[in-house]
């Protein structure tokens, strides 16, 4: 599967910002999709997670209440909606996928997207 983020940017703490990841390939082995990020000398921690059918999603205790995870199956698409956003929100912020054709299974990454939160 391959990944593009885009949306990023640098906003003001108290802002919102969307990110998008667009998924093309085997896209129909999808069994989760999630948002890592990884701060400047820290290590990349998961922010939020979702099934392949969207059911079931999971989130970080720092993202939970404030950066909704949804997917658009049609359009093999996931987003993550963040809002009052805090200037330690500052991260590369990269989509995974994990999914499996047959036995054989695989986690992909995108390149990331920088977000940048000023105070």
């Known amino acids: 599967v391959q990944l593009v983020e885009s949306g990023g940017g640098l906003v003001q703490a108290g802002d919102s910002l969307t990110l998008s990841c667009a998924a093309s390939g085997r896209t129909y082995g999808i069994k989760r999709m999630g948002w890592y990020r990884r701060a400047p000398g820290k290590d990349r921690e998961l922010v939020a997670g979702?099934?392949?059918?969207?059911?079931?999603?999971n989130y970080a205790r720092s993202a939970r209440g404030r950066f909704p995870i949804s997917r658009d199956s049609a359009k093999n698409k996931m987003y993550l909606q963040m809002t009052s956003l805090k200037p330690e929100d500052t991260a590369v912020y990269s989509c995974?996928?994990?999914?499996?054709?047959?036995?054989?299974?695989?986690?992909?990454w995108g390149p990331g997207t920088q977000v940048t939160v000023s105070s």
């Open positions: 979702i099934t392949g059918d969207g059911g079931v999603t």
């Open positions: 995974n996928a994990g999914s499996c054709s047959g036995s054989v299974c695989y986690a992909d």
